[in-house]
């Protein structure tokens, strides 16, 4: 009798950890899927922002274009496509293995960091002016879409170049 209840018990907590996990799992899942691309694009990367507006971020491609996207799904921010003629720039930082997506639009650039996939790594955004820092957001999470995926829209920087430039990205 005692060793049926010992019995009882363990199933029981077991049954429980085993949905808590499917629960964080389903949660995670959720929360990656998250981005806004529209159908038909490829997720290539972004996040939700640590912030109370609750805005993402996305890259996503298209057909031979990247399109960067900044806002939330009922209001977009800022919406920048990428072609050969104008290419997003990818580095990836030998030394942390850190990939970046980064771009200039007017007096204003922009660097999506996507570290490499460690527990409790979180993606972020930088955008500066000049050389001037004006918004600096962690994500909720890493980023976990196709950051290395091929295409003519995106231009890959030299990491002996960027680290000999005084790490200035994205470059002009």
Known sequence: MFCQKIKDNFLFILNYVALLISLCVAAQATAEEANLCIRGETYIGGCHLAEKKTRLLSFCAQGRNVIYRFGSEKKLEMEYVFSKEKPLTRWVDKATYTTYFGFRSGRYGYSFGVPQQTFGARAF????????????????????????????????????????????FPPD
């Open 125 to 168: 955004l930088e955008v500066t002016q000049g050389n001037q820092s004006v918004m600096s957001r962690r994500c909720t999470q890493n980023s976990f879409g196709k950051e290395d995926l091929e295409s003519e829209a995106i231009r890959e920087a030299d990491d002996a170049k960027i680290r000999i430039s005084g790490f200035i």
